[in-house]
């Protein structure tokens, strides 16, 4: 995702000469093309991501459209309060790209998680935030969304060969991938926890539940409208996000629940078990949490049956 | 205080006049950095109008004194007296710290340690679009407490940003004392030329010093850092180099005082 997302800043850098790197010493084999293609464009302020974020707020100013790319929690978590102040206050055309969602560092450990940074930018008004699922959707979001007038936050993955099958590259700010219909679930995904999600409902299918599946790549401005018109008349809807309960989409979900009068029961699978100290690949961060299709599947067997118990 | 422009006594009555009006303080701060602002917008700055692309930047960093930044930028015509009447008020622009709506404030700040970077940016800004704009950043002494601070400072020398030129208020004071008590700075020249900056040092209160500091060029790559010795608030004998008036609104007698104090009796 990562790689093909720098690719496409490169082709989008040809067409328009505002675009800008600022790569916060990181992106070692991912950020070379484009310093490469633009070695004037290229900044590399070094390890000061407070800095990185308010210089290129500077820049936005001026005319630029400067990408601040890192690991996801240090190009939100750490420059917080300079994007609040910056971007954000001042609705200004920077964006922050952060690298490895979810458990992606997972041997890095938890300061190299991104599990809160979706929550953290959409505390932050006026900023779009766009959560691709695979290489070919984050070069769509991305044509998609590049020059829009304030602030971006990317959250990538490092997988640059994975496709999510039906899901071809497509992508609409403000608009969800219906990728099955099911009549029994309705499962919802942020971003490349897709992929899980895919086999849960391979799982559930090979037991004769029949589970539709939504991609959430937007999440702000967010489909509400396309999932209030997906979950009516479904029983149990199941959102699943490598990402923390507290400012993910599952609470936006249950907040359109509510406040629509909805009538079905929501189920979250979530990142954020109570840290024990061992860390591990994505893979055993994922299961570790219960973000496996396995055990999300197993997550919705089990309230389908208490449901009908 | 004997005042060699007419102007001196006029930005300070404006910010006298409006913090007693709102009844609102950081008018120690503000008179601290007021002949800094006029050496800026009287004699250096390339502000044809504030929405002029290629015109100088300037960021205040120390956002707390936007009493005296108002009043200058009503001074130069971008703020009308009618707008300056509504400082603090419901539903006003002109808030304790400054924002970027205002015709004039370039960046929005408050939170210190924020406006030295964004002004990196903005000097990087000029020099990829090869233009001959400078930028000024206005930071306290005691905001060099900042990490973040020291983060652009090495990114300006880095980049050989020598269109960039740092300010320092240099009033020895922060909220709840000395900066030598607080967190000691000195030796403050030393640090910034250790960082690969060119430094100058010049009394604060004096325009003309201050203006031909800002205006001169290093004639190196280096970025430039002015340390402007100041009194909080100068030209109010009550005031001067009292932490209390960092934060403290004025009474009607103490607003009678200053107003005579800085006209010189004649009020």
Redesign the interface.
Known sequence: MRKAFINTLVELSERDERI?LVAVDLGYTVVEPYQKAFP??F?N??V?E??A????????????I?FVYSIAPFATARPY??IR??PA??QSAVRMVGVGGGFEYGPAGPTHFGIDDVGLMRLLTGTTIVTPADAAQAQSALRATWDLQGPVYYRLGKDDTYELPGLEGAFKLGSAQCLREGKDVCLISLGALARESEDACLVLEADGVQAGHILISSVEPFPAEMVIDKIAGVSLVVVAEAHVQAGGIGERIGTIIAENGLSCKLLRCNAGREWDGRSGSNMYCLERDGLTGTAIAAAIKDTLQSKNA | MNYRRESQRDIRRLVLQMAYDAGVGHIGSALSVADILLALYEDVLNIPSPDDGERDRFVLSKGHAALALYAILHMRGWISAEDLQTYCGDNSTLGVHPDQVIDGVDFSTGSLGHGLSMAAGSALAARMQDSSRRVYALISDAECNAGSVWEAAMFCAHQELSNITAIIDCNGQQALGYTRDVLDLQPLASRWQSFGWHVEEVDGHDIDALSAAFAALTGTTQPRVVIANTVLGSGVSFMERLVHWHYWPMNQEQFKQALEEISGGET
């Open positions: 800008l004037g464009r900044v302020p070094g000061c407070q800095n974020v308010a210089m290129a707020t500077g820049l936005a100013e001026a005319g630029f400067p309060e300079f102040n910056g206050l001042h």
